[in-house]
């Protein structure tokens, strides 16, 4: 088998995820044969190294691929966890570790995907794919022309230019945008 990313196949494994692999791996918490890894990019051979994080060792996780489709309703977290507040992975029983393909905020509705496939999160959800990501949005006041050709040319969002949006109208409060 090809190397690894040592974060990237604690991830795989079941343990945490990739971020929370680059902490433990910072912290002097994971060791590859016996030696204590402390540099992020370290790759291993899955099918020759034996790793352990915090002197438990840790075996590939052979689970099955799942992909569950889920309808986030309002006032659920698009994320694993978060302190205080429902999220989307609690809508499902599932025994294997799953996380959410891209977000939606607290108060939108919509399909959300839900899987433990990290291939197809990443492809799904890192911008270099440059997957399209359709809305149908509902605001509280009438939304004007010059709104709408202001989305479709672009807004100033926090210092940056949104890229130009294809935006139909489907009423004086609600619009689609790609």
């Known amino acids: 088998m090809d190397p690894v990313r040592l974060q990237k196949w604690l991830a795989s494994a079941?343990?945490?995820?990739?971020?929370?692999?680059?902490?433990l791996i910072q912290a002097g918490r994971v060791a590859v044969n016996g030696q204590v890894v402390t540099e992020l990019g370290t790759k291993i051979d899955p099918d020759a190294d034996r790793v352990a994080v915090d002197g438990v060792p840790v075996a590939?996780?052979?689970?099955?691929?799942?992909?569950?489709?889920?309808?986030?309703?309002?006032?659920v977290v698009t994320s694993c966890e978060q302190e205080g507040v429902p999220v989307v992975v609690d809508l499902v029983s599932c025994d294997a570790r799953i996380y959410p393909v891209g977000r939606l905020d607290k108060d939108s509705t919509g399909l959300v995907l839900l899987t433990n496939d990290g291939r197809i999160h990443h492809?799904?959800?890192?911008?270099?794919f440059d997957h399209e990501k359709e809305y149908e949005v509902a605001v509280q006041w009438p939304i004007d022309g010059r709104a709408i050709?202001?989305?479709?040319?672009?807004?100033?969002?926090?210092?940056?230019?949104?890229?130009?949006?294809?935006?139909?109208?489907?009423?004086?409060?609600?619009?689609r945008i790609v």
């Open 14 to 23: 079941g343990v945490c995820s990739r971020r929370k692999g680059e902490v």
């Open 60 to 75: 590939a996780a052979q689970e099955a691929l799942v992909y569950i489709i889920v309808n986030k309703p309002r006032g």
């Open 149 to 175: 050709a202001s989305l479709q040319r672009g807004l100033p969002l926090s210092g940056v230019m949104t890229r130009p949006a294809r935006v139909r109208r489907l009423s004086s409060r609600r619009f």
């Open 123 to 128: 492809r799904l959800s890192h911008p270099s």
